[in-house]
């Protein structure tokens, strides 16, 4: 499980948008949004490179974090 901050993550919208971006990076990959916190849980085979160059496509700046 990685675990990311994305500070402008504030509504449905963005987090539509950002899974969107996530799965088209990896189909596969199961994301757990924790909108209070502005945080996501990912479960993926993906590295973290990859993770924020797919939410940056979407339009967020996100950064890895600790569990
Ligand atoms: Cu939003």
Redesign the pocket.
Known sequence: MQHYRVPD???????A?IEKALKAADPGMVANFDLANRTLAIETGRDADAIATAIRSAGYESEAIAA
Request: aromatic share 0%; net charge neutral.
């Open positions: 993550m504030s509504c449905g919208h963005c987090t948008a």
